[in-house]
């Protein structure tokens, strides 16, 4: 196998993941360098994005994969957009670290600690719906940057905790005191916590080799969930959680829409086949649909910037 060129973001957590994904190449006797690379979604940190753009941080790797500068790309797979490029393709989905989020409060451990009134640091429309829900008590505080970036504004005392994915932490090694969030209290973003390691479609070489790293359950679980946003519509940024958990026989897929108040949250759950994901996905959009999720978010959509 020719050595292998790897595109990847600059963050602490990307070089992380794609170095993960290097040592697991490197196991298999393939050799791999790396490319780091700007995105639209580096470029314009401080900005707040819309529930329906999709691709900010993955638009740059895929055209250097179509330009032939790269052979790979390692996403962070809720990055991802359900439809990819033509040529492109989503070779591997390696084993998902855990998908649920975390907070780490400055004084004391877990979301009970923060205190009345309390100002918890997070920038996503779905976690702002979820927790107004669990702690209507507390203020949100948009909060950007990397993992480093925002605990030092916990640290400051900026905020009075800070609400994370717990696989970020994990792949980091941060080891802060933390809280695993229930996901009937809080479901994460789609594809949560899994890779998506992108190639092209004609590379049937380098397609064999990731092979390898492929994780069934994993794929499983996020092809459900990627169905079932694309059914709503939505983006990574949308007041949508949803969760797919492969059991010994069955697929289960949780979901929740909700307005960014929290005053209307519809959830539902569907069970199928694990050979089945897509169409579970597709219906148990269309049963949320049904109920008024479209309506929800569509004034979410109107609300937030375009």
């Not at 996901?183 to 479609?201: F, K």
């Amino acid at each position: 196998m020719r050595p292998i060129r790897i595109a990847t973001r600059g963050s602490a957590l990307a070089l992380r993941q794609t170095t993960l994904m290097r040592e697991r190449l490197a196991a298999l006797g393939c050799d791999a360098e790396l490319e780091v690379l700007r995105t639209e979604g580096d470029r314009s940190q401080t900005a707040p994005a819309a529930i329906g753009v999709t691709g900010i941080f993955v638009k740059e790797l895929e055209e250097a994969l179509l330009a032939r500068r790269c052979d790979l790309a390692v996403h962070s797979l809720k990055d991802l957009p359900t439809r990819l490029p033509e040529g492109l393709v989503l070779a591997a989905v390696p084993e998902r670290e855990d998908p649920r989020d975390a907070v780490i409060v400055a004084r004391g451990r877990g979301l009970a600690a923060v205190p009345a009134g309390g100002r918890l640091g997070t920038t996503s429309p779905r976690r702002v719906a979820q927790l107004a829900v669990a702690r209507p008590d507390l203020a949100c505080v948009p909060m950007r940057g990397n993992v480093d970036t925002r605990l030092r504004k916990l640290a400051e005392g900026v905020v009075d905790g800070l609400v994370l994915a717990m696989a970020g932490l994990n792949r980091l090694g941060r080891a802060e005191e933390r809280e695993a969030l229930a996901v009937d209290l809080m479901l994460p973003a789609s594809c949560q916590g899994a890779l998506g390691l992108e190639c092209r479609e004609d590379d049937a070489e380098l397609r064999a080799v990731l092979h390898a790293l492929e994780h069934a359950a994993s794929r499983v679980e996020v092809e459900a969930e990627r169905a079932f946003v694309r059914a709503l519509g939505c983006g990574c940024q949308a007041p949508v959680g949803v969760l797919g958990r492969v059991g010994t026989s069955a697929l289960t897929l949780t979901a929740v829409v909700a307005s960014l108040d929290g005053k209307q949250l519809l959830r539902g759950e569907a069970t199928g086949p694990v050979s089945d994901g897509a169409r579970l996905g597709q219906e148990l959009a269309a049963s949320l649909i049904a109920r008024g999720a479209a309506e929800i978010l569509a004034e979410a959509r109107r609300v937030l910037p375009a």
